[in-house]
């Protein structure tokens, strides 16, 4: 049986929530290192065309979704704390992004990205410490990648919030009682999600604000997002 | 650890071949494609595995990966790289493929879409020079790969079309592992890509993942095409031809109903609704109504089927009840029985008999179940420590004692739990106890009860349950519940209390003690039996020739599934036990709980007062059935679902057609002629009669609903695309298209009658009233035939449906309503005591409230009709304010 958040639990989170609201009530905007990175081009097998990151036609969906997951790793390298020192740029229609490494060699996609990061980083616990928390923490990465990356994911986003709402009704992070790179991926993934919801939506999908509320509060994990309000107090009690 | 996978689905393959490579030991559970396995999901989502620290994973991938990186040593980046490519790239391009060459028969398009796939595989082979994708050794990512292309490759034709030689040479290599040819043997049972057709077919079309609305939502699915195949269309009209007399008839229903060899026996229960109040609508859509669904929809497939059900009316509660209402509990149970029977009578439910448990064969059944696990040593003593009450000559149930709270000296704490801090209190512990009925302080003095010996049951139970689980219909929340009881271990259970109303212990030591509601309560369903009929052991003790099904709502899924169970087994007496468990999830109304104290929601015997009909209430509930997930109801949705799926949909179609044959063809059923049109929808039509058979035999009710809607619209789209009514003023051959389409459309109308007859049962015959359908039609088989044949006259044809006006469920809302709470004082509501809203303070308090909701609401821009609605309930709320400030007598005012 699901058993919702011990008391304890929840009235550290809220403390924490509280904390968090009194010292920082403002959106943040941080500029992107992105504009300063120095990008080469990089022959690739396959015959995707590669594609540095300034180069790309602005207006498509998958150039709005590479920028969205470059700004994303390096956000998540300055989290891990690691030194600038990784190259990127994307591949393929679906504009998918590669990191090139010190010896030359092509990293490409999203989560497998993060997890060398994570692993370059020497901070494994964020890939789960057991065998069944490191297979939770791939579920939800790969959650991130299939349900709130492709096109038209937005559309069926209220009843992937759902999902999600249920699946965190008992939990304190998307591994349990543990932060992880799920948590840092999916906060990054659903943060649009979260800014365009109405007041009493993110109401409505009171275990997923409450999740996003924590994780934005975070050290060093909001970097280039601004902060999304999250009201402590409901005013929406009886309206269906 | 549990696996659940279903067949003919792709994603599978790699999931059985992975655990067959890794060697693990779990349990595979094979469910159907729609099964709702992860619990927070609002769609299926298969293969699933369940891990032993209790989290799903739900993707076929990530279960591999879990399979095949033991021992803590972490995939590579390799792997990783592969799995993700495979995720975002090559699943969306398989599946399209497949779609092309299962459903279209397109193979030589699908391998075309697959190409760009499989030379990326095929260089990075080359580029390597590894006998497998990452390294020398096998590793999740071929696995997955393999899986994958499987379907796509493994026929003959298909691999020598590919020249890829180094992807070849890999896909063999995994192929020939012994895991993977079981694997693949165990998915396609050696018939080829068709397997897959079912799942496929269930696929939407546009969008890789699969995702359905849920809760309340409106449907949204079927909009796109179907595919049907040309023999689907050409069975189908094959079918209609046929007409009605070459169809069974329904069967004749013969009290007693007694199971018949060589048939299907059905035997349908549903929990026993408790005595001492008026049963709710969550109530009655969690068991009652369910059950009728079921028992209808059983009787039209011709089954052999018995529904019992009763009332349950032993126990303290009734005791309690009836010193409240000054009434002996024999007479408290007369009462509310009686309220029970009419109300579900208003409802319309099928029971074929209606019973009670306070009668002499109660207690006889009972007492010899109890004689036998007695004699079979599965019943242990022991001493309970119990206050006693030396004026009332009795001891007291917990909430008959009062006293001091022990952890925050709160004066009036009960037996069970204080109100104030909320802990639970063993009555023993209270200081001060008093008896709430004399105020005497009673004693602590040990009594002697009786105990069912679980423990020593648990062999027997687990064998049973593992053949019952595997073989039977239980819905996941039931399966869950059962095993999480298990799991944490069965304790011997107490069976008897010291009461008087109840099922006398048979033992002299134990007179004036009776039998615990739950050992009592499901022998209820056999001794309701006997007195419908004395043959009750046919159906009771037979258990190779009964499927039991039991309907409940979740809280009552151990006692179904673990306890009674255990008493029947412990009796020996070849009891039936139950094979399918269907159990619902929670119905809210609008945004709370129902709650008789407070007045909110509404319950049975208000429904009728409501004016809206019984089979309006019928298909609302069942339309929000909380099946896989709490529902709620509420009474804008309610009024939404009538006005557009049955005026709308259902009503507007069924009157239409039947307007036409009465205005255009003078009440008689044109002559049809078929052309392909009619014939896909004819095919279309009989899909979804399928899929509604399939799923009402899985007992899911809802989603069999929407396939009855789906009907309607369908046939709404083919008139208004056929435009009869203009047809019929243009040539010979457009007068004879009216005529067709005309024709099926009636048709269609009287199929719908009778699949919607579980559901609605009151609409269903008024419909083959209005087109008076022949008797004989009351039957579901699988196939849609033509049953009013050109020449059939047609009655009077009226609207079947009536438009609900958002003031009149306004109106209804308010008056349900009750006061709503905000989370806060529900939570304090909880642990405190009852707070009635009653004077002046409160009133003054609720004003404020209420218009900052007002203003927030405008601030926010929301729609006009509800803040207008919550501006009636401030000046409401206002006016009672002044009321109660007045001096005039001060009229207590409770919540509306």
């Known amino acids: 049986m699901r058993t919702p958040l011990s008391y304890s639990t929840a009235l550290a989170l809220m403390w924490r929530i509280f904390n968090g609201l009194r010292s920082s009530g403002f959106p943040l905007y941080f500029g992107t290192r992105l504009s300063s990175a120095p990008f080469t081009k990089c022959s690739l097998r396959g015959p995707e065309q590669v594609h540095s990151f300034r180069t790309s036609s602005r207006d498509t969906f998958s150039f709005k979704m590479a920028e969205a997951s470059l700004k994303e790793l390096v956000s998540l390298e300055k989290y891990l704390g690691l030194k600038k020192t990784n190259k990127y740029s994307t591949q393929g229609e679906r504009k998918v992004p590669v990191l090139q490494t010190k010896d030359g060699q092509n990293i490409v996609g999203l989560v497998t990205i993060a997890c060398h990061l994570v692993k370059a980083a020497k901070q494994e616990q964020l890939l789960g410490r057991t065998r069944e928390e490191s297979a939770v923490v791939q579920q939800w990465l ?44 999916m906060y990054y993934g659903l943060h649009s999600y979260m800014v365009d919801l109405t007041v009493q939506d993110r109401e409505k999908f009171v275990n997923v604000s409450r999740w ?29 | 650890m549990r696996l659940y996978v279903s067949e003919g689905n792709p994603q599978c393959l790699k999931v059985l071949a992975a655990y067959e490579l890794s060697g693990a030991q779990c349990e595979v559970e094979v469910v159907s494609h729609e099964e709702c396995i992860v619990p927070f999901l609002g769609h299926s989502k298969l293969p699933a595995l369940l891990l032993d620290n209790g989290n799903f994973l739900f993707s076929s991938n990530v279960i591999c990966r879990y399979y095949l990186t033991s021992g803590g040593d972490e995939a590579s980046t390799a792997v990783d790289q592969w799995l993700e490519w495979e995720t975002l790239d090559l699943q969306p391009v398989a599946l399209h493929a497949l779609r092309l060459a299962v459903l279209q028969d397109k193979k030589s398009e699908a391998l075309e879409s697959l190409q760009p796939s499989l030379s990326y595989i095929e260089r990075s082979l080359q580029k390597t020079g590894k006998t497998f994708l990452t390294s020398d050794e096998p590793s999740a990512a071929d696995v997955v790969l393999w899986g994958t292309l499987y379907p796509l490759l493994a026929e003959p034709i298909l691999l020598t079309a590919v020249d890829f030689k180094a992807l070849t040479a890999w896909f063999q290599r995994v192929g020939s592992f012994p895991a993977c040819k079981k694997a693949s043997d165990g998915t396609f049972k050696g018939h080829g890509l068709q397997s897959l057709k079912s799942y496929l077919q269930r696929q939407p079309t546009n969008s890789t993942q ?59 229960t549903s929990a026993l609704p408790y005595v001492n109040n008026v049963p709710h609508l969550g109530n009655i859509i969690g068991c009652v109504l369910s059950a009728d669904v079921f028992a209808r929809f059983c009787r039209l497939r011709n089954w052999n089927t018995l529904f019992v059900c009763g009332t349950d009316e032993y126990g303290t509660a009734t005791e309690t009840k009836a010193m409240e209402e000054g009434l002996t509990p024999q007479e408290i149970c007369d009462k509310y029985n009686a309220i029970h029977s009419q109300i579900y009578r208003w409802f319309g439910t099928s029971f074929d008999y209606f019973g009670r448990t306070t009668t002499e064969k109660q207690t006889e059944i009972a007492q010899d179940i109890f004689w036998r696990l007695l004699k079979r040593g599965f019943l242990l003593e022991d001493t309970v420590e119990q206050l006693h009450c030396q004026r009332c000559a009795k001891f007291l149930a917990d909430r008959f004692v009062e006293g001091i709270c022990p952890f925050c000296s709160y004066p009036e704490a009960r037996g ?59 819905t996941p929340n039931a399966r869950f519940i059962t095993r999480s009881w298990i799991r944490d271990g069965l304790k011997p259970r107490c069976i008897t209390r010291d009461l ?90 609008e945004d709370g709980k129902f709650s008789k104290s407070r007045g909110v929601g509404v319950f049975g015997d208000m429904a009728k007062d409501t004016g809206i009909p019984a089979d309006i209430w019928r298909f609302y509930l069942l339309f929000i059935r909380p099946e896989g997930q709490d529902s709620a109801f509420c009474w804008s949705d309610l009024l939404l679902k009538n006005n557009s799926e049955l005026l709308n949909n259902l009503g507007n179609f069924v009157n239409r057609a039947g307007m036409f044959v009465s205005k255009f063809f003078e009440g008689r059923v044109p002559t049809m002629e078929l052309n392909q049109e009619d014939q896909r929808l004819l095919a279309l039509t009989t899909w979804e009669l399928r899929q509604y058979l399939q799923l009402l035999e899985k007992v899911r009710i809802r989603d069999a609903l929407r396939c009855i809607l789906n009907i309607s619209r369908h046939g709404n789209q083919y008139i208004q695309l056929n435009e009869p009514w203009k047809r019929l003023k243009g040539s010979d051959t457009d007068r ?78 308010q008056r349900f309503g009750g006061q709503k709470p905000d989370k806060a004082a529900e939570k304090q509501e909880a642990t405190t005591t ?8 409160e009133l003054a308090k609720a004003v404020a409230q209420q218009g900052d909701k007002v203003r927030q609401l405008k601030a926010l821009g929301t729609e006009k009709a509800v803040v207008n609605s919550e501006v009636a309930r401030l000046l409401e709320l206002k006016k009672a304010l002044q009321e109660a400030q007045g001096k005039p007598p001060v009229q207590k005012e409770k919540k509306k």
């Open chain 2, 416 to 474: 069970d739990q204080c109100d104030k801090c909320g802990k639970l209190i063993n009555a023993v512990e209270l200081k001060n106890p008093q008896c709430k009925v004399c105020k005497e302080t009673p004693a602590v003095r040990t009594s002697k009860h009786l105990f069912l010996d679980l423990p020593k049951l648990e062999g027997r139970l687990e064998e049973w349950l593992e053949t019952t689980l595997e073989k039977g219909n239980w």
């Open chain 2, 834 to 841: 009852t707070t009635i809203l009653q004077d002046v303070q």
């Open chain 2, 210 to 268: 699969a995702t359905r609305a849920t809760t309340n939502d409106p449907t949204v699915d079927d909009g796109d095409e179907r595919l049907l195949t040309d023999e689907e269309i050409q069975a189908a009209v094959q079918a209609w031809s046929k007409g009605l007399a070459a169809c069974p008839k329904p069967r004749q229903i013969v009290h007693p109903i007694l199971p018949q060899q060589g048939e299907r026996n059905v035997l349908i």
């Open chain 1, 212 to 240: 996003f509320s924590h994780i934005q509060q975070l050290p060093n994990v909001q970097q280039h997002l601004p902060r999304v309000h999250i009201m402590k107090n409901r005013i929406y009690t009886n309206v269906h």
């Open chain 1, 142 to 185: 790969e959650y991130r990648i299939v349900q709130l990356g492709a096109p038209g994911a937005k559309e069926e986003g209220r009843s992937t919030l759902r999902d999600l709402n249920g699946y965190l009704e008992d939990k304190v992070y998307f591994g349990g009682d543990f932060l992880s790179l799920a948590d840092i991926l």
């Open chain 2, 736 to 813: 004879s298209r009216a005529a067709t389409v005309t024709g099926v459309a009636i048709n269609m109308a009287c199929l719908l009658s009778v699949m919607l007859q579980p559901y609605m049962p009151t609409v269903s015959a008024t419909i083959q009233e209005q087109l008076q359908a022949p008797p004989l039609c009351n039957v579901l088989t699988e196939e849609f035939v033509c049953v009013l044949p050109a020449g059939h006259k047609i009655g009077t044809i009226s609207p079947l449906f009536q438009k609900l006006e958002v003031e009149q469920v306004e109106a209804l809302r």
């Open chain 2, 500 to 589: 008087k109303w109840g099922t006398p212990v048979p033992l002299e030591e134990f007179a004036n003690k009776v039998f615990y509601v739950w050992f009592d309560a499901p022998i209820g369903y056999l001794s309701i039996t006997a007195n419908y009929t004395d043959q009750w052991e046919k159906w009771w003790k037979n258990p190779d020739k009964v499927q039991l099904y039991n309907f409940m709502a979740k809280d009552n899924v151990p006692f179904h599934s673990v306890v009674f169970p255990c008493s029947l087994l412990g009796a020996e007496d070849n009891y039936t036990l139950v094979n399918h468990l269907i159990a619902t999830e929670y119905l809210n109304y």
